[in-house]
């Protein structure tokens, strides 16, 4: 099994960046998926961002441009850098990890306030 923990979230304003980590425990970490989701206040779960265990990356056209996904296998840590910040980017954002095709451990996330 593996765990998630994510960090680094907080309070910041528009324009400004902030760097999100997600610490894994347990499991294979570098053959996993990790990806990035968020859940803003009354709305559902969306994809953020991806990173194959092969590197490749894949992101939500909300976001091309603004966030970086980044891992490091030996340290078993995901980041996500965020960069120009928007007040619509607020949400709390989770750490998932894919073993196959679905995404079956997550964290329990972090809160992400960007103030216009």
């Known amino acids: 099994q593996v765990q998630l923990v994510e960090s680094g979230g907080g309070l910041v304003q528009a324009g400004g960046s902030l760097r999100l980590s997600c610490a894994a425990s347990?499991?294979?970490?570098?053959?996993?998926?990790m990806g990035w989701f968020r859940r803003a206040p009354g709305k559902e779960r969306e994809f953020v961002a991806r990173?194959?265990?092969?590197?490749?990356?894949d992101y939500a056209d909300a976001v091309k441009g603004r966030f970086t996904i980044s891992r490091d296998n030996a340290k078993k840590l995901v980041y996500l850098q965020m960069n120009s910040l928007k007040p619509e980017d607020t949400a709390v954002y989770y750490c998932?990890?894919?073993?196959?095709?679905?995404?079956?451990?997550w964290g329990q996330g972090t809160q992400v306030t960007v103030s216009s």
């Open positions: 347990g499991g294979a970490f570098s053959g996993y998926t």
């Open positions: 998932a990890a894919a073993s196959s095709s679905q995404y079956n451990h």
């Open positions: 990173i194959g265990w092969r590197y490749s990356t």
